[in-house]
C-alpha cells in the first residue's frame, strides 16, 4: 500500500474546466494501492504472459494476498525479492536476476511474455530493468519475449499499472498495412469480449483487436488505418504511444451502462459509415434487454447520493452512469488525475455544477463526506472499513475493476453493485 509521504502543494486550487465545472486540485496524502495491483487481472487475462516482480516482500505479500487464490494453483506471477546484500548493493542484482529467470523458464516452458515489473525497491537502487529485459531478450528470444515495466507505488495509482503493461507492448506490436481495423483498448473480461465481438460482426464493423489480447504471443497489428476505441479510462500513456504509431482515438464516453455503451458503439459505427437504422437494428436487442434489466435496480438508486473517492480512474465514467442512468445525486466526484484527452466526452455529461475533485488530501476528503452523510461512498479498501464502523455504506472500487461491468449485458449488474451495499446497510439498521 503505498501512502504519499508529504502534502507539497496547498489544497485548493480551484480550476474552470469546461462551462459549470469546477475542479478542486488536491495535493496532500493519498491512500491508493501500486500499480503492482495490475497485475492481478492481467496474469488471468494473457494467458501465456508470467510477471516476475523484482520486489521486496511486502511487493510479495500485496500480490499474494490480492490473488490470493492462485496461491493453490500453479501462479503466472512471482517476485524475485531483493535481499539486503542486493539492497546494500553488496551483490550484483542483475546476476541474481538473470538466476532467478534462468530458473523460472526451465521450469515453465509454456511462458510465451515475461515482464520484468519494477517496484519501489527496485526503482530505489536503481535496478536497470529496461537494459536487464534488453539483456535477457539476446538469450531468449524469440522462444521467449522479456518486457519490462514499472508497478512502483511512488506517485502512480493502482490501474496505472495496466496503463505501463500495456504500454510495454505497444512498441513490439507489428505494423500493420494500414487497413482499416479497429482496436479495442483494455483488459475487459473474455465474456464481455465476446458480447461486443458479436455486436461489432452484427454490424458489419472489422478487423476488431482486443489488446491486451488473451494470449501475448498474439499481438494486434498497428498502423495509420487503426482506430482505437478505449475499454477502460486509465490508459493515457498506452494510447498517446498507439497515436505516435498512427492509430486514431475515436473519443467516446466509455461503455458502462445503456447510455455509455450505445455511445461507444456509435463512434466505432460512424467511422464504418455505418447508417442508422442498422445501428439501432443491431443494438437493439441487447439495449432492450439491459432496459429492463436495470429498472429494478434504478428504483433503488433513484434520489441517494453517492461520494466517490479517488481511487481506480473509474470514478468519473461511473458517476455519469449513477447519476444520468440511476438517478442518483453526486455529492463529489473525485479522481486521481484528469486526463482531458480520455475524460472529456465523459466530463461533458457530467450535470452542471458537479464537484469534481482532482488528486487527493485524505483528511480534508473524508471531513467532506462526513459532512454530506452520502448514502454510499466508493472508496479504497483502507477507508472503506472505519467509514462503516462510522454507520456509511461504502463500495470498495477496486471491487469495480476486477468485475465485468463493460457492456449491455453487465448494466443491470454494475448497478446493483451499488445497490446492494444500501440494501445490506438498510437490514442493519432496521
Ligand atoms: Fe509497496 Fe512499492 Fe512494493 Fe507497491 S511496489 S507493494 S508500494 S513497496
Redesign the pocket.
Given at each position: 500500500?503505498?501512502l504519499e509521504p508529504c502534502t507539497e502543494v496547498p489544497a485548493t486550487n480551484i480550476d474552470k474546466t469546461n462551462a459549470d465545472l469546477s475542479v478542486l486540485k488536491e495535493r496532500g496524502q493519498r491512500e491508493v494501492f501500486?500499480g503492482?495491483t495490475g497485475i492481478v487481472w492481467l496474469h488471468r487475462k494473457m494467458q501465456d504472459a508470467f510477471f516476475l516482480v523484482v520486489?521486496?516482500r511486502?511487493?510479495a505479500h500485496?500480490i499474494q494476498s490480492a490473488a490470493g487464490v492462485m496461491i493453490f494453483a500453479e501462479p503466472r506471477f512471482g517476485t524475485a525479492i531483493l535481499g539486503e546484500r542486493d539492497l546494500a548493493g553488496l551483490a550484483d542484482a542483475n546476476e541474481e536476476l538473470d538466476r532467478v529467470v534462468d530458473q523460472l523458464l526451465a521450469r515453465r516452458p509454456d511462458i510465451g511474455t515475461l515482464f520484468l515489473v519494477g517496484?519501489?525497491?527496485s526503482e530505489v537502487i536503481k535496478l536497470d530493468l529496461a537494459k536487464a529485459a534488453e539483456r535477457l531478450n539476446h538469450r531468449f528470444f524469440p522462444k521467449v519475449r522479456i518486457l519490462n515495466y514499472s508497478?512502483?507505488?511512488?506517485e502512480t495509482t493502482f490501474t496505472q499499472g495496466e496503463d505501463a503493461c500495456l504500454g510495454s507492448m505497444v512498441p513490439v506490436l507489428p505494423r500493420s498495412h494500414d487497413e482499416p481495423s479497429l482496436m479495442v483498448v483494455g483488459s475487459l473480461a473474455d465474456v464481455v469480449e465476446d458480447q461486443f465481438q458479436r455486436l461489432f460482426d452484427k454490424l458489419g464493423i472489422g478487423p476488431v483487436y482486443f489488446f491486451p489480447p488473451r494470449r501475448a504471443a498474439n499481438l494486434p497489428p498497428i498502423g495509420k488505418g487503426t482506430r482505437l476505441l478505449l475499454a477502460q479510462p486509465f490508459l493515457g500513456e498506452t494510447v498517446r504511444s498507439l497515436m505516435a504509431r498512427g492509430a486514431t482515438l475515436l473519443p467516446s464516453p466509455y461503455p458502462f451502462g445503456i447510455e455509455g455503451t450505445t455511445a461507444w458503439l456509435k463512434a466505432a459505427a460512424d467511422a464504418w459509415n455505418i447508417d442508422q437504422e442498422r445501428f439501432e437494428e443491431a443494438i437493439a436487442p441487447a439495449s432492450n434487454r439491459a432496459k429492463i434489466a436495470l429498472d429494478r435496480y434504478r428504483q433503488a438508486l433513484t434520489g441517494r447520493k453517492a461520494f466517490l473517492f479517488p481511487d481506480s480512474q473509474l470514478e468519473i465514467p461511473l458517476a455519469r452512469f449513477l447519476s444520468r442512468e440511476c438517478g442518483m445525486e453526486l455529492v463529489e466526484v473525485g479522481t486521481p488525475y484528469i486526463d482531458r484527452l480520455l475524460m472529456d466526452t465523459e466530463i461533458n455529461l457530467l450535470p452542471v455544477g458537479t464537484a469534481l475533485s482532482e488528486g487527493q488530501d485524505v483528511e480534508k476528503q473524508l471531513d467532506r463526506c462526513r459532512e454530506a452523510r452520502p448514502d454510499i461512498t466508493v472508496c479504497g479498501l483502507g477507508l472503506a472499513n472505519p467509514l462503516e464502523a462510522e454507520g456509511m455504506a461504502t463500495k470498495w472500487s477496486i471491487e469495480l475493476v476486477f468485475s465485468p461491468i463493460h457492456g449491455y449485458d453487465q448494466a443491470a449488474d454494475l448497478a446493483e453493485l451499488f445497490a446492494r451495499p444500501l440494501e445490506r446497510r438498510r437490514r442493519l439498521t432496521v
Open positions: 500500500m503505498a501500486c503492482l520486489g521486496s511486502t511487493c500485496l517496484s519501489c525497491p508497478g512502483s507505488g511512488i
